[in-house]
């Protein structure tokens, strides 16, 4: 409950806190919302990965799924999936209601919902590999080594919203960021299992 | 390979830190036979269980599973999850409500407490929820490290005739353990 309420309420703190802290006018608070917005996605998912391995890794479930006939890359795979159907989604369902509801533009918002989808989708994939890296060692430590990862993600969001807001070009970074995370999905299964085996081992 | 063996290990060794923990150990085990791997503290009797389920990697030497190998495994850690209920608990590790496991819920004595969550049994009661999953198995090889630590004298009957019958039917048990049992077992001494 505390891994799936946790990450959904920082998301809605940031983005509450937003316009109660910031002085802009009612008409400028567009300005740096969709950059808060991709921190809080960034910083929520990597929030929710905090300890995605380390309870099972404690209790010793790691060790019976590894010896069982089930393939250990597709049980990560399919766990980070459910953390993205439990948090990613419910949070991009929030970006797309913060946005309308902060900066009141619709096309923005429907145009920014799919991408919140994939780019949350993409930080939970970089966060579970920075957390088997740091698995028993805690968490900073992985977070620390991909952030880097993540950060020309940040980038191609950035200069998406950019895009959109100049009627260029959306689709490309919408692609582009699709084709990222095509990758991401394939690769970190296989990683996160061998670097897991390897804690255990 | 023995094609009659479902486990088989060629003079394997392993080091900790630069030190030899053990060397040149050898066996098998078939279909029908108990190995007691047994030593002192620190002889690395779990890391060799390890070895055997393929978690831990031996230094030297090689160790061959039959391809018919299933296994299930209970060790140190008995893989509950201690903020949800036994029946919960049950559900996860995908043990159906049959007769079965009512019966040998009734037996263990965890009948009574299947809304209780696990943090609040006792380490006895625990170790015996976690012995269920070994208890319905359908795995050819059944592997325990320190089965019966925890265990009140009855309970230990009962997994040791439970452990003896499987034997008969033609599985295999691998254990490590330093409480005394009456199962019929090839011993591997670590010194």
Known sequence: MRSWLGPILLFILIMVSYPLTIEFLEQDLEKGFYSLLWISILLSMMFSTEDIFLEDYNDGSLEQIIISSTSFPFMVAKKILIYWLMIGIPISILSFLFSLGITQNLSISLFLFPMALISSYIFLNLFVFGTALSLNKGSVLGALITMPLALPVLIVLGKSIIAIQFGINYLEFLLLLLGCLSIIITVVPFIVSYVIKTHLE | ?191
């Open chain 2, 1 to 191: 390979m023995n094609i009659k063996s479902l486990v088989e290990a060629d003079n394997i060794a392993y080091k900790i830190n630069g030190n030899k923990l053990f060397h040149n150990i050898s066996f098998s085990v078939k279909k029908g036979e108990a190995l007691h791997i047994s030593g002192p503290n620190g002889s690395g009797k779990s890391t060799l269980i390890r070895i055997i389920l393929g978690i831990t990697k031996q230094i030297k030497g090689s160790i061959y599973h039959s391809k018919s190998i299933d296994i299930s495994y209970l060790g140190h850690k008995n893989a509950l999850k201690n903020y949800l209920s036994v029946s919960d608990n049950l559900m996860l590790q995908g043990l159906s409500n049959d007769n079965e496991l009512n019966n040998l819920l009734v037996l263990l004595g965890l009948k009574k407490f299947l809304d209780v969550t696990v943090a609040n049994l006792s380490y006895g009661q625990q170790k015996k929820l976690a012995l269920l999953r070994i208890f319905l198995n359908k795995s050819n090889l059944i592997v325990l490290d320190e089965p019966f630590v925890g265990l009140d004298s009855d309970a230990q009957d009962i997994v040791e005739k439970f452990l003896i019958n499987e034997i008969n039917l033609g599985k295999a048990l691998v254990y490590t353990s330093h409480i005394k049992s009456n199962i019929d077992s090839k011993i591997l001494n670590l010194k």
